[in-house]
């Protein structure tokens, strides 16, 4: 299950910025999550809880946001939707796409104290 290490993931960067932004306690976290990132939500909020426990980021809630993913077709010139990384254009079929959003997983905003 690799919620699990992205879960340990996001806690240290946590961790870190709690240094440099100087918080001690997260309260909420809004998580960006694409469709080819291959993350599984709610595996990803139980990792998540089980993780936080005993850190700065205990008993925070986390808001997870799914974001749309989108490929530039070179046969079409311009972005089209996609939900799966192989998926071809649903324009012209072609599956001469380049994934332009969607793969990622990023830290949106911070609730701190
Ligand atoms: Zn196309």
């Known amino acids: 299950m690799h919620e699990m290490s992205i879960a340990e993931g996001i806690v240290q960067v946590l961790e870190e910025q709690a240094k440099e932004q100087h918080y001690s306690k997260v309260k909420t976290v809004w998580l960006e999550i694409g469709p080819l990132a291959m993350i599984e939500s709610e595996a990803l909020s139980f990792c998540f809880e089980a993780v936080t426990r005993g850190t700065l980021a205990q008993d925070a809630s986390l808001q997870i946001i799914n974001i749309k993913g989108e490929a530039f077709c ?7 939707p996609i939900t799966q990384r192989y998926d071809s254009c ?3 079929g072609s599956h001469q796409l380049q994934v332009t959003q969607g793969d990622e997983m990023r830290i949106k905003e ?3 104290e």
Do not use: D, F, H, W
Request: hydrophobic share 40%; net charge neutral.
């Open 74 to 80: 070179m046969q079409c010139l311009k972005n089209v």
């Open 90 to 92: 649903q324009s012209c």
């Open 110 to 112: 911070l609730e701190v």
